[in-house]
T-cell receptor, first 109, second 115 residues
Framework: DAKTTQPPSMDCAEGRAANLPCNHS???????VYWYRQIHSQGPQYIIH???NNETNEMASLIITEDRKSSTLILPHATLRDTAVYYC??????????FGPGTRLSVLP | GAGVSQTPSNKVTEKGKYVELRCDPISGHTALYWYRQSLGQGPEFLIY????????DSGLPNDRFFAVRPEGSVSTLKIQRTERGDSAVYLCASSSTSWGYNEQFFGPGTRLTVL
């Protein structure tokens, strides 16, 4: 079973920030938080990952709470092309990725 | 550069037939993964190769499923005596090092339909 809980769907207006939450209350100290997304009919695409510090790259920002029990993926200026299913995954070395059903983000014009 | 490629993109077969699905990973990537994705669900891990050997095949559902990677590059997923429940998108991914703390690059998948 996936170690994360995400809302099944969210809407976001184009140009606004999309904030996608993820709960991982049973995360252990050596487990990372990874985010992938899957656009319709394509394979999943890596977005970002982090351990305990907030992370930012050209695609998104990842905010991890101090107790590490939850995190938020932020797409600062969502576009229609960001419409996808977003997966939050918790993993440590030597484990395989366990994908849950993810959050279906719809960016609306 | 070239990403992960998978062939065929679509495969339709009849119940009981044998199928092979091919994955060409990114050149130089030592780790290769197979996943299966049913409609409306996230990808489900099947098997992981490090080089030529299967490091973890715990996700293979039964002995009708088998995968090889004889030269440490291209991999083939083989399904014997296909069943209608095998219908899904089969995804392949590769990464530059062993799994865990690394980015996996996914291919577009092979959509398998068993009639």
């Amino acid at each position: 079973d996936a170690k994360t809980t995400q809302p099944p769907s969210m809407d976001c207006a184009e140009g606004r920030a999309a904030n996608l939450p993820c709960n991982h209350s049973t995360i252990s100290g050596n487990e990372y938080v990874y985010w992938y997304r899957q656009i319709h009919s394509q394979g999943p695409q890596y977005i970002i990952h982090g351990l305990k510090n907030n992370e930012t790259n050209e695609m998104a920002s990842l905010i991890i709470t101090e107790d590490r029990k939850s995190s938020t993926l932020i797409l600062p200026h969502a576009t229609l092309r960001d419409t996808a299913v977003y997966y939050c995954i918790v993993i440590s070395g030597g484990q395989n990725f366990v994908f849950g059903p993810g959050t279906r983000l719809s960016v609306l014009p | 550069g070239a990403g992960v490629s998978q062939t065929p993109s679509n495969k339709v077969t009849e119940k009981g037939k044998y199928v092979e699905l091919r994955c060409d990973p990114i050149s130089g990537h030592t780790a290769l993964y197979w996943y299966r994705q049913s409609l409306g669900q996230g990808p489900e891990f099947l098997i992981y190769f490090q080089g030529t050997g299967a490091a973890d095949d715990s996700g293979l559902p039964n002995d009708r499923f088998f995968a090889v990677r004889p030269e440490g590059s291209v991999s083939t997923l083989k399904i014997q005596r296909t069943e209608r429940g095998d219908s899904a998108v089969y995804l392949c991914a590769s990464s530059s090092t062993s799994w865990g703390y690394n980015e996996q690059f996914f291919g577009p998948g092979t959509r398998l339909t068993v009639l």
